[in-house]
């Protein structure tokens, strides 16, 4: 009898599992939501200014619904599109990125690139991200000059390691950004220094939410970080939340609205819209784009 209600027990662990892995690989990784933020960071009696923050596509090319889901997100009128990087995740995702990204080409915008819009993705154990030390594996490169290309032409500003300001819902708004920390990209103080004073608004923007960056973005009198990178853990834990972050921000930071600690600055991250294409699952976080209204302080 023992015998046969381990069986059982056994059994019925191994049906909720199988059922929890198909939930994540063929629903949830496809539940893609618009997250609503207030910003307080604007001045006394300023008009609200929309940000759309769209990250993490790791786009496929016969990813159609992705592409058509982004594509509608320009229904919702924003005033500024920042992409925060890692768009693709094939040499013939260009296309598939363009095609989500189009109807808002026209809107002002801005990016930086992951090191997913550099170099492919190689299988890897998922458990290895649960390990800080682990050794970073990348495969074949990828057209980046060809998307960069594509996104400059339209009028987007490249802010690889790059600082500029540009007008956006009636205002001068600058923006200062580093290329990937993940991969040691990055080269802030190329483009450091204090806030402009001639700018209504300050965005500093980054695809990895590293400390050394996030730091000095914020030393610098940057109003609002922007960043991706994190998956929002990908697969957490119910009541937990993530249990990685893969990069040094902490794990109650990754995803959503926080202030950065010890400044005035909030830091935004997204949880992204896609997945590595080996490890195609998300659970307890589904992909998401974020609509910011900044607002007055």
Partial sequence: MRKRSLISAF??????????????????????????????????????????????LHMMPDQRRKQEWVAGLAGADPDLVIVTGDNMSDPGSVPGVLRALDPMLGTPGAFVFGSNDYRGPVWKNPLQYLMPDREYVQGADLPTDELRGALVDAGWADLNNARTILKAGGRSIELAGVDDPHVDRDDYPAVAGPISSGADLHLGVT???????????AADGFALLLAGHTH??????????ALTTNCDLPTSMAKG?????GSDAWLHVSAGLGTHPTAPIRFACRPEASLLTLIPR
């Fill in 232 to 241: 929002g853990g990908q697969v957490c834990v119910p009541g937990v939340g």
């Fill in 207 to 217: 695809h990895t939410p590293a400390a050394r960056v996030l730091d000095a973005m």
């Fill in 11 to 56: 059994a019925t662990l191994s049906a909720v599992g199988a059922a929890t892995l198909a939930y994540a690989a063929l629903v949830e990784r496809n539940m893609f939501t618009l997250r609503r933020f207030d910003v307080p960071v604007l001045e006394p009696d300023a008009e609200p200014l929309r940000i759309l923050h769209i990250s993490d």
């Fill in 257 to 261: 609205l926080h202030r950065w600690p």
